[in-house]
């Protein structure tokens, strides 16, 4: 690698002086693509440590050696596994966010177009997103320190990532997904029976968990679903909210740590953030979105030398020209109403902070 580089990330440019990592970096193009697969393979091999971040279109994928990660330019967090433990900061008193969503009626015009799709049967869910600009008195690093969340990330000037969704974890020759679908307030009244018994929830769920198993089979043998919607709790800025997930595992073969990349450019991208079917389902989304994702429900994770986690990109606030960009979305079936929906995106826009009072 030449020592003077100077590589895009995402939409800005991390400069030699304002950064002593050495990013392995590759962009743009199937030769890319590759390197980054066949490196990623040969750190598993070697059981070298190291994080990686791979955006949802596959562009411009990152692979970090764990010891050369500077924690001015990198935090993370996963599962208690962190750089991030000597980082002091400020008790937080007060949290100031406002949400810009886009109008109800341009939301409507990707709705239908989605729902055209799916009423034509080109695709049985698809995960629609979009851009909501925010307003808080919170930097991205801030949002990192005090949000919490079993999965961050903070790229310095870029985004930060507060994550509650597991991607795949490989440890002791098995591979497991939890797949997260299904969403609602707790406060609700009896709003567990209400999420469970909802069926559109109910059909969306079924459709990811067929997916993530079908895509585990891909890699793995012996899959099966453990654990079928189980509720968890999520604390959020706006109160508590309720989301199901589902357990399945797939046992790999005893040479799995050579081919980490391989496996996980099959798996990608995330079922839970595209739909069924995957290809049909992505051309749907790039037509209706109308923005790039960019790293957003692209995956990140964590090779210890012997365990890889990982987790889907969703919480997601990046730093743009204009402004601080939250992007959110959820599942749409064919017994979705667009109201219902629009709500939801909204819904998702918060900060999982809990204020030092």
């Not at 002593?20 to 066949?38: D, P, R, T």
């Not at 990686?52 to 996963?78: A, G, Q, S």
């Not at 997260?180 to 209400?194: F, N, Q, V, W, Y």
């Not at 595209?274 to 692209?298: C, Q, S």
């Amino acid at each position: 690698m030449r020592k003077n580089w100077a590589p895009k990330i995402g939409f800005l440019t991390a400069t030699p002086a304002r950064s002593s990592s050495k990013l392995i970096l590759y962009l743009c193009g199937m030769q890319q693509l590759h390197n980054f697969v066949k490196s990623m393979n040969a750190l598993g091999e070697k059981k070298t440590p190291f994080l990686f971040v791979i955006d949802f279109d596959m562009k411009k994928p990152m692979l970090f050696p764990l010891n050369e990660i500077n924690p001015r330019d990198l935090l993370f967090e996963l599962n208690g596994v962190s750089n991030a433990n000597d980082i002091e900061s400020e008790p937080l008193t007060g949290l100031d966010l406002k949400v810009f969503p886009p109008s109800e009626e341009a939301y409507k015009k990707s709705f239908a177009l989605v729902m055209k799709h799916l009423m034509r049967g080109d695709s049985y869910l698809l995960n629609l997103t979009q851009p909501v600009a925010v307003k808080t008195n919170l930097g991205l690093k801030e949002i990192f320190i005090h949000s919490r969340a079993r999965y961050k990330l903070w790229i310095k000037d870029h985004f930060t990532v507060f994550s509650p969704e597991p991607f795949v974890k490989i440890e002791n020759g098995l591979i497991s997904t939890h797949p997260m679908k299904g969403t609602i307030d707790a406060l609700l009244p009896d709003a567990e029976s209400r999420l469970l018994h909802d069926t559109k929830e109910l059909a969306e769920h079924y459709t990811i968990v067929d997916l993530l198993r079908n895509d585990l089979n891909m890699v793995a043998q012996k899959v099966r679903v453990e654990r079928f919607r189980y509720v968890e709790e999520i604390i959020t800025t706006r109160g508590k909210l309720l989301q199901t997930s589902s357990l399945i595992t797939g046992q790999l073969s005893l040479s799995a740590l050579n081919h980490l990349g391989d496996i996980m450019l099959r798996l990608l991208p995330a079922g839970s953030v595209t739909g069924a079917p995957k290809r049909r389902t992505v051309e749907i989304i790039h037509e209706a979105e109308g923005y790039e994702r960019g790293y957003y429900t692209g995956i990140f994770g964590l090779f210890d030398g012997n365990c890889l986690d990982s987790a889907v990109m969703i919480r997601f606030v990046e730093s743009s020209a204009s402004g601080l960009i939250f992007k959110a979305g959820g599942g749409i079936t064919v017994n979705s109403l667009m109201a219902n929906e629009y709500e939801e995106l909204i819904q998702k826009v918060y900060f999982p902070i809990v204020l030092n009072n």
